[in-house]
């Protein structure tokens, strides 16, 4: 991998503070190849979700940088797409409307692209009936259904995700990870990826980050696809290697609530 794709993300010294509270010590670095499943793994609270916060533009690092190709990150642009834990539509559009609303920024799409690309990620997350609905009348897990929609058919190079798939039910969770694993490999998509769930950061993850408590601060750095490879499938779960992985990441990150 050539040098420009090896050091596509990177956290430079970052540190964050909210008045006298350190969310982020000093130093953090971290480098993140183009292309590369990231999963962000550790105690609620820890920081993690503010690191990807930084990296969208949300928030600025209090000290240090963050380099997208080379160039400090600044406001919320097209190439960063973001999904959070509270879900987020516009309650004057449809739900394929919102999802639409993704590719608004998109030049190298027509009009009739567009609209087949929005189908195609109305159905994906199981929303095919409700694409002429509004979102007061639907649930907050379809809601949250339509902002992961909404962020995959816009195209993002990297995609911010925080928790996305916690609202969802077991299978279309379980359908959604794949997807978002073949839609990751396929347009060499940079992911960070919170979640609390170590079973869905293995199946995810090329490579999970085990975070302390607050302040942030890396405790692990795991090369999933060295051991798991990068192809997976459901049958993955019930491989010994897989249950072999979850406890030794359990250990870990149960040893890491008894860190200040």
């Not at 928030?59 to 240090?64: F, H, K, L, R, V």
């Not at 949250?144 to 925080?162: F, K």
Request: proline letters at 4%; glycine letters at 8%; charged letters at 25%.
């Amino acid at each position: 991998m050539n040098e420009r794709l090896q050091d596509y993300l990177v956290f430079d010294q970052v540190t964050k503070r909210f008045g006298g509270l350190t969310v982020v010590e000093a130093p953090f670095n971290l480098v993140v190849p183009r292309g590369q499943f990231v999963v962000f793994l550790g105690p609620s609270g820890c920081g993690k979700t503010t690191l990807m916060r930084m990296v969208g533009g949300l928030d600025e690092a209090t000290t240090g940088t963050i380099r997208l190709e080379g160039s400090p990150v600044g406001p919320p642009d097209e190439r960063r797409g973001m999904v959070f834990q509270s879900y987020s539509s516009f309650p004057w559009l449809t739900v394929l409307q919102n999802i639409a609303f993704g590719m608004r920024y998109r030049r190298d799409l027509s009009p009739k692209a567009k609209a087949s690309r929005a189908r195609h990620y109305l159905d994906l997350v199981g929303l095919s009936d409700f694409g002429d609905a509004y979102p007061s009348r639907i649930s907050g897990g379809m809601r949250q259904r339509v902002a992961i929609a909404r962020t995959l058919a816009a195209g993002s190079d990297v995609l911010l995700m925080d928790e996305p798939f916690g609202a969802l039910d077991a299978q279309r969770r379980e359908q959604l990870q794949i997807e978002l694993r073949r839609i990751q490999s396929e347009e060499m998509k940079t992911v960070l990826f919170v979640t609390h769930d170590v079973e869905e950061a293995i199946f995810l993850a090329d490579r999970i980050i085990v975070f302390s408590s607050r302040p942030a601060r890396i405790i692990d750095d795991i090369d999933v696809t060295a051991e798991l490879g990068s192809d997976r499938n459901l049958e993955l779960r019930d491989s010994e290697v897989f249950f072999r992985r979850r406890a030794d990441i359990l250990r870990t990150v149960r040893s890491t609530l008894t860190l200040v």
